[in-house]
């Protein structure tokens, strides 16, 4: 099974700051990797797909990168809205399709 | 407007079993795979089980095979999960997602429930 690792696991930062995100795949998954955010209450909402391709209706503050085990999710200009969990998933492999464990995102 | 609308959670005993629901709207359910996934309290997410647009297709991770079976009804647009042989450990919300394929072999889950939660204990 494909094991993957984000980091940190929480993170403070101020409204209008710059948030990112690592996710670390335990063997090459190219760009087969969706980064989702979710908040109590609600099912998770898809923001970026394929690593870096922006989801319609997402803002254009959310970009992702990376390739093959490595990738980030960046968060430029943080708006009060953006305070939740982030998680990535990779859709590389058969099942088990392995979600990261999280990422939270309070306020500073 | 596609949604999908989770239901059939609640409290049950361990060994004890329970068959949540899925209802699709504003899309064709035989168009797509569908997944459910769950997080347990204070933890993150965990794939559980997917099935093919037609049924013929099936997978369950290791923590709920032979336990759990997906199956789903196309002509009502329903996707079912029944859970037998319940654990304190299957405690948790419990989503279904729609899967949407963008690329040979690459998708995403684009669309959520708010979940159905099930809370096992005596």
């Known amino acids: 099974d494909i094991q993957m690792t984000q980091s940190p696991s929480s993170l403070s930062a101020s409204v209008g700051g710059r948030v990112t995100i690592t996710c670390r795949a335990s063997?090459?998954?190219?760009?087969?990797l969706n980064w989702y955010q979710h908040k109590p209450g609600q099912g998770p909402k898809l923001l970026i797909y394929?690593?870096?391709s922006l989801q319609t209706g997402v803002p254009s503050r959310f970009s992702g990168s990376g390739s093959g085990t490595d990738f980030t999710l960046t968060i430029s200009g943080l708006q009060p809205e953006d305070f939740a969990t982030y998680y990535c998933q990779q859709s590389h492999s058969t099942p088990p399709y392995t979600f990261g464990q999280g990422t939270k995102v309070e306020i500073k | 407007q596609m949604q999908v609308v989770e239901s059939g959670g609640g409290l049950v005993k361990p060994g004890g079993s329970l068959r949540l629901s899925c209802a699709a709207s504003g899309f064709d359910l035989s168009d797509y795979y569908m997944h459910w996934i769950r997080q347990a309290p204070g933890k993150g997410l965990e794939w559980i089980s997917y099935i093919s647009g037609s049924g013929r297709t099936i997978d369950y991770a290791d923590s709920v095979r032979g336990r759990f079976t997906i199956s789903r009804d196309n002509a009502r647009n329903l996707l079912f999960l029944q859970m037998n042989s319940l654990r304190a450990e299957d405690t948790a919300l419990y989503y279904c997602s729609r899967a949407t394929y963008y690329h040979a072999g690459a998708y995403f889950f684009d669309y959520w429930g708010q979940g159905t939660l099930v809370t096992v204990s005596s």
């Open positions: 394929g690593a870096s």
């Open positions: 063997q090459s998954i190219s760009r087969y």
